[in-house]
């Protein structure tokens, strides 16, 4: 079990990792060993709440499939291990990002001043084009 916050925890058997050939330079090495990571997570089947689900979604945005599985690819290191670590930590950080609930914005009221000088602005911007207007009355 990975433990998130003390109350929400992530069964390991929900993570699946699929190894494949990273992409890049590197020569035989990269054509050879398979040390990229996709971390596979099936959001919809997992034991989240589902509005941590729901942020999840949408934070994780075009890496979520339409099955509902989020993949993460790792690829930055040469090694397998260091790849899924990466790939793990980042998966984590988006799960975190998405238990935090977002704060309601309290609209904010204008203050009497404020209000009358965009009015006395306006009113002036409104004299300055009405001397501009072509008044022949012929």
Sequence with gaps: MI???PTIQID???IQFEYIRASGPGGQNVNKVATAVQLRFNVT???LPDEVKQRLINFAGNR????GIL???AKKFRTQEQNREDATRRFLELVRRSIIKPRKRIKTIPTRSSHEKRI??????GAIKKTRQNRSYE
């Design 12 to 14: 390991e058997r929900e």
């Design 64 to 67: 979520v499939t339409k099955e």
């Design 120 to 125: 006395k602005a306006k009113k002036q911007r």
């Design 45 to 47: 089947t997992t034991s």
């Design 71 to 73: 993949i993460i690819e």
């Design 3 to 5: 433990q998130i916050t």
